[in-house]
């Protein structure tokens, strides 16, 4: 994955500046702010609801692997 360094971020600042104009870059900043906070909530919900499914599914399988030993203990005491 490259990687962006400082001079490179200025340019895309100076580029971005230049196009916009200095009266609209701070409001593109705030926008593109909202979006990436967006983003990462939608990323961090996404995620939560995996690992919630995760864990239930590895609840199951335990409580299926306790049911199935208790299950051959019983056999095995009669």
Not at 35 to 57: A, C, D, H, P
Not at 63 to 73: A, G, Q
């Amino acid at each position: 994955m490259p990687q962006i360094g400082w001079l490179e971020i200025l340019a895309i600042v100076i580029i971005a500046i230049l196009v916009l104009g200095p009266k609209e870059f701070p409001i593109a900043l705030k926008k593109i702010g909202t979006y990436f906070g967006k983003l990462k909530n939608t990323i961090s919900s996404f995620q939560r609801e995996v690992n919630s499914v995760t864990e239930n599914i590895d609840l199951e399988k335990d409580t299926t692997k306790e049911n199935l030993k208790k299950e051959n203990k019983n056999k095995e005491n009669e």
